[in-house]
């Protein structure tokens, strides 16, 4: 059974950071497409970041871009992303998905993603 579980929200202040952790198991394979999700109340989930286990290629939306880095440890078989800068409009619930035996890096659907985790809140004040 692949389970997603997501740690490291919280609240910060603007120009802070934090790291969030996304730990995978319930499967063998290290070529999947892994990625970061984020819904906050009263929008549409969108993708923040992306990266393809098997080869290292990454996604970023551009709104994240320079501010944001995502990586993993295959060993460990997590998921990181590391959110440096954090704006007011960063706040929401941020999610870790996953498909797997996949190379769908730069897709930013929802969709096409088929686990999920339960997510962590990400607060930022101004």
């Known amino acids: 059974q692949v389970q997603l579980v997501e740690s490291g929200g919280g609240s910060v202040q603007a120009g802070g950071s934090l790291r969030l952790s996304c730990a995978a198991s319930?499967?063998?394979?290290?070529?999947?497409?892994m990625a970061w999700f984020r819904q906050a109340p009263g929008k549409e989930r969108e993708a923040v970041a992306g990266?393809?286990?098997?080869?290292?290629?990454?996604y970023y939306a551009p709104s994240v871009k320079g501010r944001f880095t995502i990586s993993q440890d295959n060993a460990k078989n997590t998921v990181y992303l590391q959110m440096d800068s954090l704006k007011p409009e960063d706040t929401g619930m941020y999610y870790c998905a996953a498909a797997l035996n996949s190379n769908i890096v730069g897709i930013a659907r929802p969709e096409f993603y088929g686990y999920w985790g339960q997510g962590t809140q990400v607060t930022v004040s101004s």
């Open positions: 319930g499967y063998s394979s290290n070529r999947n497409s």
């Open positions: 990266i393809y286990t098997g080869g290292g290629s990454t």
